[in-house]
């Protein structure tokens, strides 16, 4: 599993009508990409240390700034 900052990690439920979470990578803190990372939940806010089990995905976001012409 690999990510860069501003990348989500979304956990699927683990049981039928179960809601996703999903968090913003705040800080990664592993090696090439790797875990633990620095997490924002986004259903309350909370920040803290994640390790990721196999139930989470990263959604690649595009860091590239699109320019106004």
Request: charged share 30%; aromatic share 6%.
């Amino acid at each position: 599993m690999k990510a860069v900052v501003g990348d989500r990690i979304v956990i699927r439920g683990h049981h039928v009508g179960e809601p996703e979470r999903d968090a913003e990578i705040l800080e990664v803190h592993g090696e090439d990409g790797g875990p633990p990372y620095l997490v924002r939940w986004e259903d309350d806010g909370h920040e803290g240390l994640y390790f990721p089990g196999s139930d989470a995905t990263i959604d690649h976001i595009s860091h590239h700034a699109h320019k106004r012409t």
